[in-house]
């Protein structure tokens, strides 16, 4: 595990771009597994930058992003398709038909569950899979409690996700329930993790999950047997360690 701190927001979002960019140009072919949330906004941004100066493309790369509400369409505004949409993808050179997210208006879990985990499969694997952590130490939307050998599934989020979800939305009764995520399995299926955090919110999280017990309570905890994890964070993230 290798752990980079950037001096605050700006600074990690472009460490972070770089060790992306890093595995774009080494392999043009890369399948990216993408996360939504705050964190990732300034290192898309990056990205977006540096491909308008021509210096990454993205013509042959393939993504697959960790989660989606359920019963939310790729055209609403709070849509994890859409979010993708407007934060990286309608901005760079990528094959649309090349991205994916799961399908949120298939109302049948396990149906749209077991699709996603063939186009995962389908497209060979995730080369490099960047995750946010939750200050629950959730990752993707797998809340503590989960199996870590579950693939992609339908779960009910927890009060604190949605309490800290419920900003994007106009109330917190807007929030979705329920999410499908990939499982744990498929994260650590991933060759290679690259895992952001940054703010004081984020430090107990970090740090259970590097030092503390693996366990499905701190669900980011099971990294610490992933062969090939980074982590890029600002101090306020890391300042328990
Ligand atoms: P955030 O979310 O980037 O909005 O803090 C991260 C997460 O909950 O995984």
Same mark, same amino acid.
């Given at each position: 595990?290798?752990?980079? #701190?950037?001096?605050?927001?700006?600074?990690?979002?472009?460490?972070?771009?770089?060790?992306? $960019?890093?595995?774009?140009?080494?392999?043009?072919?890369?399948?990216?597994?993408?996360?939504?949330? +705050?964190?990732?906004?300034?290192?898309?941004?990056?990205?977006?930058?540096?491909?308008?100066?021509?210096?990454?493309?993205?013509?042959?790369?393939?993504?697959?992003?960790?989660?989606?509400?359920?019963?939310? +369409?790729?055209?609403?505004?709070? $849509?994890?398709?859409?979010?993708?949409?407007?934060?990286?993808?309608?901005?760079?050179?990528?094959?649309?038909? =090349? %991205?994916?997210?799961?399908? @949120?208006?298939?109302?049948?879990?396990?149906?749209?569950?077991?699709?996603?985990?063939?186009?995962?499969?389908?497209? &060979?694997?995730?080369?490099?899979?960047?995750? @946010?952590?939750?200050?629950? &130490?959730?990752? &993707?939307?797998?809340?503590? &409690?989960?199996?870590?050998?579950?693939?992609? =599934?339908?779960?009910?989020?927890?009060? +604190?996700?949605?309490?800290?979800?419920?900003?994007?939305?106009?109330?917190?009764?807007?929030?979705?329930?329920?999410?499908?995520?990939?499982?744990?399995?498929?994260?650590?299926?991933?060759? #290679?993790?690259?895992?952001?955090?940054?703010?004081?919110?984020?430090?107990?999280?970090?740090?259970?999950?590097?030092?503390?017990?693996? %366990?499905?309570?701190?669900?980011? +905890?099971?990294?610490?047997? =992933?062969?090939?994890? %980074?982590?890029?964070?600002?101090?306020?993230?890391?300042?328990?360690?």
């Amino acid at each position: 595990m290798v752990i980079y #701190k950037g001096k605050d927001y700006k600074d990690v979002s472009r460490k972070a771009a770089n060790i992306m $960019s890093a595995q774009i140009i080494m392999n043009p072919r890369s399948v990216l597994g993408l996360a939504t949330g +705050s964190t990732p906004v300034g290192m898309y941004q990056q990205l977006i930058e540096w491909y308008k100066k021509g210096d990454l493309d993205f013509s042959k790369i393939t993504t697959v992003n960790l989660d989606e509400y359920k019963g939310l +369409s790729p055209d609403n505004d709070q $849509s994890y398709r859409y979010f993708m949409d407007q934060n990286l993808l309608n901005h760079i050179n990528i094959e649309k038909s =090349h %991205t994916y997210v799961p399908n @949120g208006m298939d109302e049948d879990s396990e149906r749209a569950c077991k699709e996603y985990d063939k186009i995962i499969s389908m497209v &060979g694997g995730i080369d490099m899979q960047l995750l @946010g952590i939750g200050g629950n &130490g959730h990752i &993707g939307f797998n809340e503590p &409690g989960v199996a870590f050998e579950k693939e992609t =599934h339908c779960v009910n989020l927890t009060e +604190s996700t949605i309490k800290a979800n419920a900003r994007f939305f106009k109330s917190i009764d807007d929030v979705p329930k329920q999410a499908y995520t990939m499982g744990i399995k498929n994260i650590m299926s991933a060759k #290679k993790i690259l895992l952001i955090a940054t703010g004081s919110s984020k430090a107990k999280a970090i740090y259970d999950s590097l030092y503390g017990p693996i %366990t499905p309570n701190v669900p980011a +905890s099971i990294l610490q047997l =992933h062969p090939d994890v %980074t982590i890029v964070a600002d101090e306020d993230a890391l300042q328990l360690l």
